[in-house]
């Protein structure tokens, strides 16, 4: 599944590509893909708006729109499990068999929403309404938002309970934008155990988390970020790109860390694959 890196990959893409077109046309070609609103309603609330600025939060794509009538306007976009833009620069440009939206460009281009599972989705109209289409109510601050130790303890115990430290990374409710990989890399860097509860967790822990978080997602984007004209590589779906994790996909491999001989281990944790190193990961 898409997490942050590559949904900011796309972002910047999105931007570079169309930031400030119109969309003449609008086509669902999968009614699933705008189950929340209906395919209709969808397509005549993207027809002759003004794509004004893209934006991220967590695994969520925004675009502003222009308004109409002076209410404000808004594209959602949610990537699913397998969602990815692919753009075209030809107006007649064909489809894949797994593009379930096409936006067709005042310049006479076309950007195809991609989604082979048909778990992603899109939205469009008054701002407020899609907002609460898109829950945003209940997401925590974007992982790259918070800022030190303090920020990482506030946001991740703003819910009642005492989840594994992992599973809390992967709360969107609590911090919005980090999946699988990203939580497993930041708590390497971290030096802690994804089974750790958070009420074990010391303020020196946090500042340390809050570090790791960072260094994964930076690492990740250094390796994953395309090149012009190049689609976006997408780690989680097992994109033909050398691995760039240091535990994440390595069971059995020696730890990397230059102190540390331990061996990565793999095990289910709230039925996700998590990888780590027992040996300084306490």
Known sequence: MPELPELEIAALQLRAFCEGDVVTKASVLRDRSARAQGVKIFEENMRGRTLESVRRHGKNLFVDLSPVKNVEGLLWIHFGMSGKFAFADKPKAEPSKSTRVVFDLKSERRVFFEDARLFGGVAAGDKEEVEKLAKVAALGPDALDLRGGKAWKRALTSKKGDPEIKVALMDQARVAGLGNIQAAEALYFAERSPEARLSSLTDEDYKRLAKGVRETIKRTLDATIPKEGEQ?????????????????????????????????TRYVQAQRATFYCPECQS
Request: proline letters at 3%; one cysteine or more.
């Open 232 to 264: 976006v590589a997408y780690t989680s779906d097992g994109a033909h790109v050398e691995n760039p994790f240091r535990v994440y996909g390595r069971e059995g491999e020696t730890c990397g860390r230059r102190k540390c001989s331990g061996t990565i």
